[in-house]
């Protein structure tokens, strides 16, 4: 069984495809706010994906001591 930061993880990506495949399939006004705002909720998926990494990387390089 996978541990929750990599099943986060997973699930994150897998949202973030998920929800821009849906985006291209099925443009509603095709203008450039909806353009604006799709690509706004895909980055927010990559920040997030991106901060998980990042604390995943610290508690790996953290010294346990401390």
Known sequence: ???LPD??????KAEQAAYALTSLQRP???DAFEFGFRSGVVAGY???I???LSLLQEE???DPDL
């Not at 099943?7 to 994150?12: F, I, M, N, S, V």
């Open 1 to 3: 069984m996978t541990n």
């Open 7 to 12: 099943r986060l993880l997973a699930r994150l």
């Open 28 to 30: 509603n006004q095709r």
């Open 46 to 48: 990559e920040i997030s």
């Open 50 to 52: 991106n901060i998980l």
């Open 60 to 62: 790996r390089n953290s």
